[in-house]
Nanobody, 123 residues
Framework: VQLQAFGGGLVQTGGSLRLSCAAS????????MGWFRQAPGKEREFAAA???????AYADSVKGRFTISRDNAKSTVYLQMNSLKPEDTAVYYC??????????????????WGQGTQVTVSS
């Protein structure tokens, strides 16, 4: 069972990137999926989550700029990031939520993680 995150890169302030997270099995289609990020010297923090339907949740710091979505036919979750800021610079991780868990913003509630993709926003 694997999650592969890709799509990161270097972008200027105000730019956009779309991250993708491909799952190796359709099992994840029924799970809550999340995106987290970790900047150097900081703890991993929640960015966005999407449930198996259309419900979503966002951290206040990204609300209105980031959009999480999923394509279950492709077993892929996306994170569209617009109006990027230097403080968005981090390694971004996708993760699959533990079955039955409810604390969507806590990394402990996720049991499968992708390898991370670097996003760097230059000022």
């Amino acid at each position: 069972v694997q999650l592969q995150a890709f799509g990161g890169g270097l972008v200027q302030t105000g730019g956009s990137l779309r991250l993708s997270c491909a799952a190796s099995t359709r099992t994840f289609n029924t799970r809550r999926m999340g995106w987290f990020r970790q900047a150097p010297g900081k703890e991993r923090e929640f960015a966005a989550a999407i449930w198996s339907g259309t419900s979503t949740a966002y951290a206040d710091s990204v609300k209105g700029r980031f959009t999480i979505s999923r394509d279950n036919a492709k077993s892929t979750v996306y994170l569209q990031m617009n109006s990027l800021k230097p403080e968005d610079t981090a390694v971004y991780y996708c993760a699959a939520g533990r079955v039955g868990s409810s604390r969507y913003s806590n990394p402990i509630e996720y049991d499968y993680w992708g390898q991370g993709t670097q996003v760097t926003v230059s000022s």
